[in-house]
């Protein structure tokens, strides 16, 4: 089973801007669409970006597209969300969780799994 490790996350004021990083325990994570997520405080879980096995196809939650980039490098078996121009709205527990297929369903997180623990970002106005 794929354990998923996120690191990264942390305090910013609005308009800053950090880079979350999910690795893998093992090789095979290269073949699975990726996906990163987030759970604001007394709110459910949105998805926030995917990216296919390849890194060739990604889908960006509307409220993040164009501020965030997510990518991925398979020889590091890493994915990373670039967060820039963040808002206090972008306040959450980011969590990454892997999908079943190389290609990305969506951002509905009923579609992955092996989530990991999360990593906290806390965006100040």
């Known amino acids: 089973r794929v354990q998923l490790v996120e690191s990264g996350g942390g305090s910013v004021q609005a308009g800053g801007s950090l880079r979350l990083s999910c690795v893998a325990s093992q090789n095979t994570y290269s073949r699975h669409c990726v996906g990163w997520f987030r759970q604001p405080p007394g709110k459910g879980r949105e998805g926030v970006a995917v990216i296919s096995a390849g890194g060739a196809s990604t889908t960006y939650a509307a409220s993040v597209q164009g501020r965030f980039t997510i990518s991925r490098n398979n020889t590091r078996n890493t994915v990373y969300l670039q967060m820039n121009s963040l808002k206090p709205e972008d306040t959450a527990m980011y969590s990454c969780?892997?999908?079943?297929?190389?290609?990305?369903?969506?951002?509905?997180?009923?579609?992955?799994?092996?989530w990991g623990q999360g990593t906290q970002v806390t965006v100040s106005k």
């Open positions: 969780a892997a999908g079943s297929n190389w290609w990305c369903p969506g951002l509905d997180a009923t579609d992955f799994g092996n």
